[in-house]
């Protein structure tokens, strides 16, 4: 079941990281060292690259080699080109022609055409899956519709069966219940990064602004966010138990909606800032929200010490607001 639940996350992101094309069409690949992160509607790598690819696009084509590693989630993905590397790709069709070191895939169809060889092992999570290549070590199918033509030197599969319409059960049920939470979790964290990317484009000035107070005063605008989000809870009640008051929690109540959604995007950028900082390399303010957004996501998702991380982030984003808005009023004001 635990691979079902794998296969069913990394099938069905395939479909909703390919709608960040739309958002990121204006993106241009951003070179970090010897590394390409690329991002648009349709995507060529037509020049080798000596390092690893990070690709989000609709489409992907691969024509060059590369030395590294080939990371890509797109609606469709053509590798036509030698990867040095491991593959770890999600896409609607999946397609690989050329020499590869390592494949992890999932999608609704990936195929390994003839002539294209995996040095290692390959993983594949799909409802129909094609091998017509050579898979020198282990190939793992979790497949619907699995047809070999091509040989591995150890071939497992695992039958994907569906939710029964009838035969659910308590076990299917919970399965289906974790299934729906996944994907409303990927939605939200695409929702969040097209708001982040449009805030950026729209109100960069006042953007920057914010998260420039976070990095300068972490611990104090962390503390004192704290501080601002419990008294506004107890204000939110104390508006709450009165008739009258009601009007002011339901406005006080979308305020803290909007702060609490502003909080997530603005630590993300500082911390994807940050983490580029600690790594040494350049990119550009989209590139650090994305790569911060990934990580405020991941630590808010870890069981019981996720809830720790979503007060600090909360507390630190709020904070920061606050701070913005008392010393650099004039240059959140500014019109861009």
């Given amino acids: 079941m635990y691979m079902r639940r794998i296969a069913a996350f990394l099938a069905l ?3 909703i990281f390919s709608m960040v094309s739309l958002i990121a069409a204006d993106i241009e690949g951003t070179y970090i060292g010897e590394d390409l992160l690329i991002a648009g509607g349709t995507v060529y790598i037509d020049e080798p690259i000596s390092g690893d690819v990070i690709a989000f696009a609709g489409t992907i084509y691969v024509n060059a080699p590369i030395e590294g590693d080939l990371i890509a989630f797109a609606g469709k993905i053509e590798v036509n080109g030698e990867i040095g590397g491991k593959i770890i790709v999600a896409g609607g069709n999946v397609d690989i022609f050329s020499d590869v070191y390592k494949i992890l895939a999932a999608g609704g169809n990936v195929n390994i055409h ?18 017509a290549g050579i898979v020198y070590g282990e190939l793992r199918v979790f497949s619907r519709n699995f047809e070999n033509t091509g040989s591995a030197g150890n071939l497992e599969v695992y039958e994907m069966d569906g939710f029964g319409e009838f035969g659910l059960g308590m076990h299917g049920f919970l399965s289906l219940i974790y299934l729906i939470r996944i994907i409303i979790g990927i939605l939200v964290t695409i929702g969040f990064a097209i708001l982040g990317m449009l805030l950026l484009k729209t109100f960069k000035r006042q953007f920057l602004a914010i998260e420039g107070e976070i990095r300068s005063s972490p611990i104090i605008v962390t503390v004192l966010g704290f501080v601002f989000g419990i008294a506004s809870v107890i204000v939110f009640v104390i508006f709450l138990i009165t008739m009258v008051g009601i009007p002011f929690a339901i406005m006080l109540c979308a305020i803290m909606t909007i702060a609490f959604i502003l909080s997530f995007l603005v630590v993300s950028l500082a911390l994807g800032r940050k983490v580029g900082q600690m790594a040494k390399w350049q990119a550009t303010n989209t590139w650090y929200f994305v790569v911060g957004l990934i990580i405020v996501r991941v630590l808010t998702w870890l069981p019981i010490i996720g809830l720790f991380f979503i007060v600090l982030f909360l507390s630190m984003g709020i904070g920061g607001l606050f701070y913005a808005v008392k010393n650099n009023w004039h240059t959140i004001a500014q019109r861009e």
């Fill in 13 to 15: 992101s395939l479909l």
């Fill in 114 to 131: 003839r002539g294209a060889m995996v040095s290692t092992n390959a993983y594949i999570a799909a409802p129909d899956v094609d091998n």
